[in-house]
């Protein structure tokens, strides 16, 4: 293989499986009927909570559902200016979180990140 051929799976546009399939809505998420539901209740009578715990073993579906309740918390559009668990389309925030880019939304990973310093850090960013 030459210098200026990559192989497939360090190429730019390689992206692993689990990252390039990941659900992007409630509706294509499976397994978590309970929590969508749930969810659905709180956004339609506008009783939020003010934070979320998503426990479980590695691999049962954390980070996903949490980075689907930043895009709906943060949905917008021309036409929807509040939370909503319905989100036919891309909204104004959905890129960027979904990008980590998204400057109000904060992804911690509890398994690297667990010294002081690191909720120090987050108490400081919130500020």
Known sequence: MSSSEQSPQTGPEYQVLARKYRPQSF?????????V???????EADRIAHAFILT???GVGKTT?????????????????RPTVD??????HCRAIAESRH?????????????????????????
Do not use: C, K, Q, W
């Not at 509706?27 to 929590?35: N, S, T, V, Y």
């Not at 539901?37 to 956004?43: D, I, M, Y």
């Open 103 to 127: 400057p109000d939304v904060i992804e911690m990973d509890a398994a690297s990140r667990t010294g002081v310093g690191d909720i120090r850090e987050l108490i400081e960013g919130v500020r």
């Open 37 to 43: 539901r749930t969810l659905r209740n709180a956004f």
């Open 87 to 92: 989100m036919p389309g891309e909204g104004r």
């Open 56 to 58: 479980g073993v590695r």
């Open 27 to 35: 509706d294509d998420l499976l397994g978590h009927e309970a929590m």
């Open 65 to 81: 559902p949490a980075r689907i309740m930043a895009r709906a918390l943060n949905y917008e559009t021309d036409e929807v200016e």
